[in-house]
């Protein structure tokens, strides 16, 4: 089915239905509303939908933000790749292809949606997508030769960071249509804490489970799962119940582009936001680093790889929430903090390391330090999601969304190729590097307006 036959469908969808009593009921439990109506920001019509749409929200993103815990580009993808023999240099580019792809196309992609009343169909196109990449690279691994599998799970994963690129550049638009503000942190607070549920359990039965060291089975059973995850949260997010929205400024992708840069000039809160989301992409940018230090020092068995995974979930389960309910009361601080610890972390670590601490304990040092690493990041994420989304209103939200994540695709690829220059002369010296933008960002971040405060 077609964007535009979706759209022409969804204009006939009864949406005048109340709702039903459970429904309110259980979300007034979830937020802590004593009613469904904490809806400054929304129509009549959508804070009428919002209990439902809440849910379905919760269950789509559960199953999204699961999919990017079990098939990770910064723990998984390398261990497939390096369970299959591939070449190494082709470990260093899922990052950049990852990050750098699902962001650059995102300002072109928001001209086009634009034009659309009803965007959910963009998210549900783009996570059927992710799916169908994830499902394929199993094939890769299994049937070609090491370098021709390399090359077409990089390829594979090219085509998902698009997908990836449009499910971005349509969700906080989507969001902001149908969840309020205070209410959108604690929301993706539940599914990412849910997520990390998930892949805490899943890391857990990998542990022990007997494996070869350098089996590719239970690394596809792993993708098998994150690409089912996908499809399910296309097939669910489908159903929410989005009315719908302005189309002025849709239309010319290249046109209404260039006009969405005018955004940076004329929203001066939204310029030093950007600045800071750029810097904060030193914690995207260490979580490598740190599995590399873990694996040189405890080995490539699959034992350790269930470690970090399931203490990433573990990271997820706990942090989430907390950051969720913080980034509604106040996303700027969350950034603040966020920034500030990971500074110290990278230090940490980087000191760690250049004192061999790795040698006599192993991995565990260095799995801790990803378990804090990756709560820290999710606060980052929950933090700037919440923060882009506020900062916008219906008619420039999909537009600030696009130039933010264009822009921070340029940084990424610029700020990763330095970064890889001096890991090659050793992981710690990446870490410690990335310890100057994450605290450049805590501090540019203390001048950031507070959006959720009156």
């Not at 840069?261 to 950007?274: D, E, H, N, V, W």
């Not at 690493?373 to 700037?384: E, S, T």
């Not at 506020?390 to 933010?404: F, I, K, Y």
Request: glycine share 10%.
């Amino acid at each position: 089915m077609s964007i535009n036959q979706a759209n022409a469908m969804d204009a006939h969808e009864p949406h005048d239905r109340p709702e039903q009593g459970p429904i309110r009921d259980l979300y007034d439990l979830a937020t802590g509303d004593e009613h469904a109506r904490v809806c400054t920001d929304l129509t009549e019509e959508a804070c009428r939908e919002q209990p439902t749409n809440f849910f379905i929200h919760l269950i789509a993103l559960l199953a999204n933000k699961t999919g990017d815990l079990v098939a990770s580009p910064k723990l998984v993808l390398p261990w497939l790749l390096g369970a299959i023999g591939a070449p190494v240099w082709m470990i260093g580019l899922l990052v950049p292809i990852r990050e750098s792809l699902a962001l650059l196309p995102q300002l072109g992609i928001a001209g086009w949606m634009r034009a659309k009343p009803r965007r959910k169909w963009f998210w549900v196109a783009g996570a059927a997508l992710q799916g169908a990449s994830v499902i394929a690279m199993i094939g890769a691994a299994l049937m070609l030769p090491a370098s021709a599998a390399g090359a077409v799970i990089l390829l594979l994963l090219a085509i998902f960071s698009l997908g990836r690129g449009v499910c971005s550049a349509s969700y906080k638009d989507v969001q902001g249509k149908t969840i309020a503000k205070t209410r959108r942190g604690t929301l993706s607070g539940y599914a990412a804490s849910a997520a990390g549920g998930v892949a805490m359990v899943l890391g857990v039965v990998l542990w022990f489970t007997p494996i070869e060291t350098n089996s590719v089975t239970p690394i596809a059973l792993l993708l098998a799962f994150a690409g089912v995850a996908w499809l399910f949260a296309a097939v669910i997010f489908s159903s929410l119940r989005e009315y719908a929205g302005a189309t002025e400024g849709g239309g010319n992708a290249l046109s209404a582009a260039w006009q969405s840069l005018g955004l940076i000039r004329s929203k001066p809160a939204f310029g030093r936001f950007i600045a800071v989301r750029g810097l904060l992409i030193a914690t995207a940018l260490a979580a490598p680093y740190y599995a590399e230090l873990a694996r040189s020092s405890g080995g490539d068995a699959i034992a350790n790889l269930a470690i970090l995974l399931a203490l990433s979930g573990l990271a997820s389960l706990v942090s989430a929430p907390i950051w969720g309910r913080f980034s509604d009361r106040s996303s700027r601080q969350v950034l603040i903090i966020t920034g500030g610890f990971a500074a110290v972390l990278n230090v940490v670590v980087a000191l760690c390391a250049a004192w061999g601490v790795g040698a006599a304990l192993g991995v565990w040092p260095y799995a801790a330090a990803y378990f804090v690493l990756a709560g820290l990041h999710a606060g980052v994420r929950l933090g700037r999601k919440t923060y882009l989304t506020d900062l916008g209103d219906p008619s420039d939200r999909a537009q600030l969304t696009a130039v933010a994540n264009t822009t921070i695709g340029v940084v990424l690829l610029a700020g990763g190729a330095v970064i890889a220059a001096i890991g090659m002369a050793g992981a710690w010296l990446a870490v410690a590097a990335l310890a100057v933008p994450a605290l450049a960002a805590a501090i540019l971040a203390r001048g950031l307006p507070e959006l959720e405060q009156p």
